[in-house]
């Protein structure tokens, strides 16, 4: 395998077993948001940039919500952040094989909370700033660290609040983060997505107003009835088709990796008149066409109802919410009139928190070197860019003008654990050998992106 030179000489079965250790202190922090408490895993963080020679900084947003942030410096090209959020999902000990916190190895894996969304990538990125450090070679940029608090609650205490508060302190050219660089074992092929965009979010409060009465007569104009009908055309509704670059591309370029039909058949998830029928009916497998449906078009899915105190009085209002999603290439207005349009003369729409959708270029340099790193490291895989339904701290790093990819690498082999299984899930965990093959992809692409020449 071509390596940066300077990363030729590396012992990396020293280096991979010392990341393994990391990862597995990264794990026992018991991070789970909420309430999050990442302040001593923070703490552990800047030891170890520390020991490797930078000069750490915590910046604490509230009580025991600390952000860990440090700078190498290097020549005048826009910097590298490197960034992972400290905070985990909650897991329920008793559904797990082994316990979350204990970062137990077993199976040839790293069994804990975090140990793939993404302590793995805290831990990869303090490896590879201290690889950097030790080997000495000037930085054509700067690299930074951001191991930030939050993000699994919505990123007011890490993310958000460093760039509000220390813009100074996080703004990069560029930055690697979530979610991408696993391998998708589809068709055959290995394939790295790589995530160069993200869909915006909407909450929306449903509220619908009707007369009140006894229940012993029933009326059409109950506010319960008027509100569920609503809710019914919603689940029913598949709404309009939005593209965007990304969305295109991200679907041609995955449809390119695969076999006939797959390879005819994914463009049409493309086609406003197609779309439906392929990702309902034609892709097999039903949480790929459910994700494509996602990404082609805005959502909003009911999520909490309320109405009503008496079983026996009809309530002159009723209210839900819903969790709609603004596809890349729309907006808030065009979500909020395709649901107008569903909602009728007495239901009204309110929306109680939004961010946009946000999508970075991928004709970039950086892009180019992670797309050459996966394929020399995987022979046969390719990359792609990428787009996800949720959201990251990427929305908020973007906002400094970042060009921000989801690029915490990790190895997957076919007929082992898949990605989708292991995220938020029960018995989250990382195969070792992955995870090594994964530090070697990032500190190869990292020192070919900083490393001067
Ligand atoms: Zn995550």
Redesign the pocket.
């Known amino acids: 395998m071509r390596m940066h030179p300077a990363l030729r000489q590396v012992d990396w079965d020293r280096e991979g077993a010392a990341a393994v250790e990391l990862l597995r202190d990264l794990i026992r922090f018991d991070t789970t948001n909420p309430p999050g408490d990442e302040a001593a895993c923070a703490a552990f963080c800047a030891d170890r940039l520390r020991d490797a020679g930078l000069e750490p900084e915590i910046l604490t947003s509230a009580p025991g919500r600390d952000n860990v942030v440090a700078r190498m410096t290097g020549g005048v090209e826009p910097p590298l952040l490197l960034t992972a959020?400290l905070d985990v999902v909650p897991a329920e000990a008793d559904r797990w094989t082994h316990p979350p916190f204990a970062a137990e190895i077993a199976d040839g894996h790293v069994w804990g909370r975090g140990a793939i969304?993404?302590k793995n990538m805290a831990a990869m990125s303090l490896a590879v700033v201290g690889m950097l450090a030790r080997c000495g070679a000037p930085l054509r940029r700067d690299v930074l660290f951001a191991g930030v608090a939050d993000?699994?609650d919505g990123c007011a205490h890490g993310s958000a609040w460093l760039v509000e508060r220390h813009p100074d302190k996080v703004r990069a050219g560029y930055a690697l983060g979530?979610?991408g660089g696993f391998t998708i074992n589809v068709g055959g092929r290995a394939v790295y997505p790589v995530q160069i965009a993200e869909k915006g979010v909407c909450w929306i409060r449903a509220r619908a107003s009707g007369s009140t009465g006894h229940g012993s007569v029933p009326r059409a104009d109950n506010a319960v009835v008027r509100l569920s009908e609503f809710l019914a055309r919603v689940g029913r509704t598949r709404l309009p088709v939005h593209l965007s670059p990304a969305v295109e591309r991200f679907v041609r370029e995955l449809a390119a990796t695969q076999p006939r039909p797959a390879r005819d058949v994914l463009p049409l998830v493309l086609s406003p008149r197609l779309s439906g029928m392929v990702t309902g009916r034609l892709i097999r497998d039903a949480s790929v066409g459910r994700t494509l449906a996602a990404l082609v078009r805005n959502t909003a899915a009911p999520t909490i109802l309320r109405a009503g105190s008496r079983v026996n009085v009809i309530p002159g209002s009723a209210e839900a919410e819903l969790d709609g999603r603004i596809a890349v290439g729309s907006s808030e207005a065009e979500l909020m009139a395709e649901l107008r349009a569903l909602a009728g003369p007495h239901v009204e729409l309110e929306v109680v928190g939004s961010r946009s959708p946000h999508e970075a270029p991928a004709e970039t340099p950086l892009y180019a070197t992670i797309a050459e790193v996966v394929g020399e490291h995987h022979p046969g895989a390719v990359a792609i860019p990428s787009v996800i339904p949720g959201f990251?701290d990427a929305h908020y790093w973007s906002q400094l003008g970042t060009i921000c990819y989801g690029f915490s690498p990790v190895r997957l082999e076919p007929g082992g654990v898949a990605f989708a299984d292991l995220f938020h899930a029960d018995d989250e965990r990382i195969p070792v050998a992955g995870f090594t093959a994964g530090l070697r992809m990032l500190a190869d692409a990292v020192f070919r992106f900083c490393v001067a020449d």
Do not use: I
């Open positions: 959020h969304d993404m993000e699994e979530e979610v990251t």
